[in-house]
């Protein structure tokens, strides 16, 4: 059979790395320093007196708009290794010989970042000469894939020189004032001098200490450089540090409230370079309240060199930041207080999550976390100590029970709140205490039954009831209970919920879904469970009882139900506000006449 | 006053951790838009419920609110030619199809019904059928090989677009196809990039995961005891994503079962932490999976009749002095075991969840 080779348009591929593979072509500045780096380290790792002494530099001299060269003191390329890593696209001069595999102390991988020079310059030009070689080439590439290589007749110093002049438009990535702003934004970190030189000044374009190493780290510096970084002032600052990955940083507390599914962009480097801006899958979701600062030196980053593969190292290096901030928040709200205080009128939700997933931290936090209940806002820890079963229900059941609840001095919870029912049932888990939600027995329990006379007395109102609130699928039962303001007490249980939601569904949905519809309700039907329970002690009820007028009292009825459902929050399904109305309407007629 | 409120609800939405809260809001959100028959929020609340309880909450909501989007949807498309959220109703239809299989209460004439309104739609908005194939696959696969294997083939061959699940998921199907042919070296290796976190989404790899642990399970129920380790980490796989992934708790049956295969003494723990799973779950499958795993797990019991464990007080079967008959709990999981089991198979024509509770506690 006989074999083919793919050819590979290289201009079309360069277009495919300007569109979507990088987000603009500053990035060849990035890749530039990139592979500047590289080669220090590649020196670093034959030359043992350049480490020593800690020679490796980087330097871009600039003729503003027009062009620019940049220099590595780096190990150099010899011939072979020129034909072998600046010819062959996806071949990385950081793959080890023998095995193939990507050494772990260099930061380019894929053997694709010199062809993003192509974004901002018709041809690339290299000098270069290698560590252990006394012969210097110039190679020049052009975006059609063809290339030259001469020897250099003069020496030049062991490195590589790259020379870009700007292809038509883009000028812009060749100013000054752009440069220096790139060479600032990718290298600010980098463990190596980069020096700039424009024709008039010279200066050292980087940093040559970073604010969160060394011994004493001073905070207020620290702080500082987040709001340079940033451009925010932060409430604080957490000094981050993970063996997994080798990785260090800062997180910076956000001085304002953020949504809890809020994703932040943080600053991240790859062994001190700048890979994104916009870094998000490397600390744990619930961190949403920290913008952070962070130079790896173990992770996998991606081909376009933005974010890191979501492997097992990148897990535990999350985890492990994730402890930082956690110890940090510990140490606050075991030592600190009125600070822990200040953090919480802010990020309270964040509290709240951080609690759910930490055990250690959920201890710590739970006298600041707060729930709102039928005996007013209660702690964690109150909650704790309270000595009885906690009840607790959803934002529509709280609305529905927490009246009656309250008048008898019951405790019901909230957990219709974020986060609250999670929280209430890690205390389940954590404390010796009793966390349910709230059940129909619970209810009756608030319901005492009527003396036998009593309940002799209401069996007209009952049946009249029963009658009148059969088309809605309701019971009707006489009880006594606190309040006695509270004339009627509605109650329906999740099934009949669920099957007032079909039926409404049924009549206004579109037909393909009646006939599944149906089975669902069959099936549901009866476990459903509503019931319209009048109160004994409501000098209405007892009027209702000895009142001989049936038409007044269906209207009285009616007007109940409504109200009942209004005051739990149901929703209104056949028109019921219409039927109050007209009920209401009707009494007012027969009175007026 | 309206859109007023709506914002509000919106904005209060944004607070809320995705899932049963969060709908609670949606549905105020829509109730509020009816009333002033706002039409984006009319379509847009549902559309947001429908996505929490496909991935965070009960699966079973997406049939009660779909039959009111698609109404809004084509009542819009009758009057004005277009509807700016055909995608996303789309979109939304698909998890209609593709959760269709674990409700026996689907009937398969009634699938049929959804499957030809879906496959008018694709044709009617200029969709390709890929997605069509694929659910039909999905579907299928449990009642209907040859139906099963054609979809397959067609969704292969049909051309991805926007309607086309993510390629994560879609080698994710793939890997389903294989396991059910009983090719489990190619599953494993076009798996690769998923279990390596190559190619992953909202979804995968946990759902991947599930498939594996299912399969091994399997196997080490037919007594391959060698592919326990690798049953137990994908197992473990699931348990430790089920904070992060909710997507995950679909599998917490196969995680308990494959306990009950493989360490009683753990199975235990992680019943008496998850046994609302099984009681809040309206998913008959995976409710399925999970009575089928505690009854292996008390299985393991055989010896005694009376076992000791601590359960709080609304667990169903709660005992105050904390002493269960294993007969009791083992009959409790069983009746709805069994029930599900013949639900489904009278559904799919055939006896194959009958078959996987006779595997795992027949035995």
């Given at each position: 059979m006989e074999e083919f080779r793919f050819k590979v348009n290289l201009g079309g591929m360069i277009e495919i790395l300007s569109d979507h593979l990088y987000s603009s072509p500053d990035v060849y500045i990035r890749e530039l320093l990139q592979n500047g780096v590289d080669a220090i380290v590649g020196r670093e790792k034959v030359d043992e007196e350049y480490k020593q002494k800690q020679q490796g530099k980087l330097s871009l001299k600039l003729d503003e708009q027009k062009s620019l060269s940049f220099r590595d003191n780096g190990v150099g390329l010899t011939k072979e290794e020129i034909h072998r890593f600046l010819a062959i696209i996806g071949e990385s001069s950081k793959r080890d010989i023998e095995s193939g595999k990507i050494l772990s102390d260099y930061i380019g991988r894929f053997g694709i970042g010199m062809l993003s020079c192509f974004m901002v310059a018709d041809n690339i030009c290299i000098r270069t000469r290698s560590v252990s070689s006394n012969v210097s080439?110039?190679?020049?590439?052009?975006?059609?894939?063809?290339?030259?290589?001469?020897?250099?007749?003069?020496?030049?110093?062991?490195?590589?020189?790259?020379?870009?002049?700007?292809?038509?438009?883009?000028?812009?990535?060749?100013?000054?004032?752009?440069?220096?702003?790139?060479?600032?934004?990718?290298?600010?970190?980098?463990?190596?001098?980069?020096?700039?030189?424009?024709?008039?000044?010279?200066?050292?374009?980087?940093?040559?200490?970073?604010?969160?190493?060394?011994?004493?780290?001073?905070?207020?510096?620290?702080?500082?450089?987040?709001?340079?970084?940033?451009?925010?002032?932060?409430?604080?600052?957490?000094?981050?540090?993970?063996?997994?990955?080798?990785?260090?940083?800062?997180?910076?507390?956000?001085?304002?409230?953020?949504?809890?599914?809020?994703?932040?962009?943080?600053?991240?480097?790859?062994?001190?370079?700048?890979?994104?801006?916009?870094?998000?899958?490397?600390?744990?979701?619930?961190?949403?309240?920290?913008?952070?600062?962070?130079?790896?030196?173990?992770?996998?980053?991606?081909?376009?060199?933005?974010?890191?593969?979501?492997?097992?190292?990148?897990?535990?290096?999350?985890?492990?930041?994730?402890?930082?901030?956690?110890?940090?928040?510990?140490?606050?709200?075991?030592?600190?207080?009125?600070?822990?205080?200040?953090?919480?009128?802010?990020?309270?939700?964040?509290?709240?999550?951080?609690?759910?997933?930490?055990?250690?931290?959920?201890?710590?936090?739970?006298?600041?976390?707060?729930?709102?209940?039928?005996?007013?806002?209660?702690?964690?820890?109150?909650?704790?100590?309270?000595?009885?079963?906690?009840?607790?229900?959803?934002?529509?059941?709280?609305?529905?029970?927490?009246?009656?609840?309250?008048?008898?001095?019951?405790?019901?919870?909230?957990?219709?709140?974020?986060?609250?029912?999670?929280?209430?049932?890690?205390?389940?888990?954590?404390?010796?205490?009793?966390?349910?939600?709230?059940?129909?027995?619970?209810?009756?329990?608030?319901?005492?039954?009527?003396?036998?006379?009593?309940?002799?007395?209401?069996?007209?109102?009952?049946?009249?009831?029963?009658?009148?609130?059969?088309?809605?699928?309701?019971?009707?039962?006489?009880?006594?209970?606190?309040?006695?303001?509270?004339?009627?007490?509605?109650?329906?249980?999740?099934?009949?919920?669920?099957?007032?939601?079909?039926?409404?569904?049924?009549?206004?949905?579109?037909?393909?879904?009646?006939?599944?519809?149906?089975?669902?309700?069959?099936?549901?039907?009866?476990?459903?469970?509503?019931?319209?329970?009048?109160?004994?002690?409501?000098?209405?009820?007892?009027?209702?009882?000895?009142?001989?007028?049936?038409?007044?009292?269906?209207?009285?009825?009616?007007?109940?139900?409504?109200?009942?459902?209004?005051?739990?929050?149901?929703?209104?399904?056949?028109?019921?506000?219409?039927?109050?109305?007209?009920?209401?309407?009707?009494?007012?007629?027969?009175?007026?006449? | 006053m309206g859109s007023d409120t709506i914002n509000e609800i919106w904005r209060e939405s944004y607070y809320v951790q995705p899932g049963i809260e969060r709908m609670k809001i949606y549905k105020r959100g829509w109730e509020e838009a009816d009333k002033c028959k706002d039409y984006n929020n009319q379509i847009e609340f549902r559309i947001e419920y429908m996505q929490d309880a496909c991935f965070y909450d009960d699966v079973m909501e997406i049939y009660i609110v779909m039959p009111e989007l698609l109404k809004l949807h084509d009542e819009y498309m009758a009057e004005y030619g277009e509807n700016p959220y055909t995608g996303s109703v789309m979109w939304n239809y698909k998890w209609i199809l593709g959760n269709a299989m674990d409700f026996y209460q689907i009937t398969e004439e009634q699938f049929e019904a959804f499957t030809a309104d879906f496959k008018n739609r694709c044709l009617q908005y200029g969709f390709s059928l890929r997605t069509y194939y694929e659910y039909c696959f999905m579907f299928y696969k449990f009642s209907n090989w040859e139906k099963a294997d054609y979809s397959y083939k067609m969704f292969m061959k049909c051309n991805r677009d926007r309607l086309s699940d993510c390629i994560a998921c879609e080698r994710d199907v793939e890997i389903d196809y294989l396991l059910a042919v009983g090719d489990i070296e190619k599953a494993l290796l076009r798996a690769k990039p998923l279990l390596n976190r190559n190619m992953t989404c909202a979804e995968v790899p946990e759902i991947t995961y599930g498939k594996f642990l299912r399969y091994y399970n399997f196997q080490i129920a037919d007594g391959n005891n060698e592919v326990i380790e690798i049953a137990n980490e994908y197992s473990d796989k699931i348990r430790n994503s089920i904070t992060r992934k909710k997507i995950a708790q679909e599998y917490q049956g196969d995680v308990l079962l494959n306990y009950s295969l493989t360490n009683p003494t753990k199975g235990l723990t992680y019943y008496k932490r998850n046994w609302g799973f099984f009681e809040k779950n309206r998913n008959p499958v995976q409710k399925f999976y999970f009575a089928v795993g505690v009854i292996r797990l008390f299985k393991n019991m055989n010896d005694k009749s009376i076992y000791k464990m601590k359960l709080p007080s609304n667990h169903p079967l709660y005992q105050e002095g904390n002493e269960y008959e294993i007969s009791t709990v083992q009959k409790y999981y069983d009746n709805y075991a069994i029930d599900m089991a013949k639900k489904l198979d009278y559904r799919n024509k055939n006896t194959y969840y009958m078959d996987v509770y006779k595997r795992y506690v027949e035995v």
């Open positions: 080439y110039e190679w020049i590439g052009k975006p059609d894939g063809t290339y030259t290589l001469v020897e250099l007749q003069q020496e030049i110093p062991v490195g590589t020189e790259i020379y870009l002049e700007a292809k038509n438009g883009c000028e812009e990535y060749f100013k000054k004032d752009k440069v220096e702003e790139l060479l600032m934004h990718y290298g600010f970190i980098l463990p190596y001098p980069i020096l700039l030189d424009d024709g008039v000044d010279k200066k050292r374009a980087n940093p040559t200490n970073l604010p969160w190493e060394g011994n004493s780290i001073n905070k207020q510096e620290l702080l500082m450089f987040g709001q340079i970084m940033f451009q925010t002032q932060f409430m604080d600052c957490i000094v981050l540090h993970s063996e997994e990955g080798q990785l260090d940083g800062v997180a910076y507390i956000l001085p304002y409230s953020v949504q809890p599914s809020t994703k932040q962009n943080h600053l991240i480097y790859l062994k001190n370079m700048l890979l994104t801006e916009k870094g998000q899958n490397i600390l744990p979701d619930w961190a949403v309240f920290t913008k952070c600062i962070i130079n790896a030196r173990e992770l996998r980053p991606t081909a376009s060199r933005e974010s890191f593969y979501e492997d097992e190292t990148l897990e535990l290096a999350r985890n492990e930041i994730g402890k930082c901030i956690a110890d940090y928040l510990k140490e606050l709200a075991q030592h600190d207080k009125i600070t822990f205080q200040q953090f919480l009128d802010v990020h309270s939700l964040v509290v709240k999550s951080i609690a759910i997933e930490d055990d250690e931290l959920y201890q710590i936090f739970i006298e600041y976390l707060e729930f709102v209940t039928t005996r007013g806002v209660m702690t964690g820890r109150d909650l704790c100590y309270s000595n009885e079963p906690l009840l607790y229900c959803g934002m529509d059941e709280y609305r529905q029970l927490s009246q009656m609840f309250f008048a008898q001095g019951k405790l019901l919870i909230n957990a219709g709140y974020v986060y609250s029912r999670d929280l209430l049932l890690k205390m389940q888990d954590l404390f010796d205490v009793e966390v349910l939600p709230v059940d129909f027995s619970e209810v009756e329990d608030l319901l005492k039954d009527v003396s036998l006379e009593e309940a002799e007395d209401a069996v007209d109102l009952l049946e009249v009831a029963e009658t009148i609130l059969k088309p809605f699928a309701c019971d009707v039962e006489i009880k006594q209970y606190i309040p006695a303001n509270l004339p009627a007490f509605f109650y329906q249980n999740e099934d009949a919920k669920l099957l007032n939601e079909i039926k409404r569904v049924q009549e206004k949905g579109d037909n393909l879904f009646w006939n599944l519809l149906n089975n669902f309700a069959d099936e549901i039907e009866e476990k459903a469970d509503a019931v319209l329970y009048f109160n004994m002690r409501n000098p209405i009820v007892k009027k209702m009882i000895t009142t001989d007028n049936r038409k007044m009292l269906e209207d009285i009825i009616i007007i109940l139900y409504v109200q009942t459902l209004l005051i739990g929050g149901f929703p209104l399904r056949n028109n019921e506000l219409g039927m109050m109305n007209d009920r209401l309407l009707s009494i007012m007629e027969r009175n007026l006449l | -």
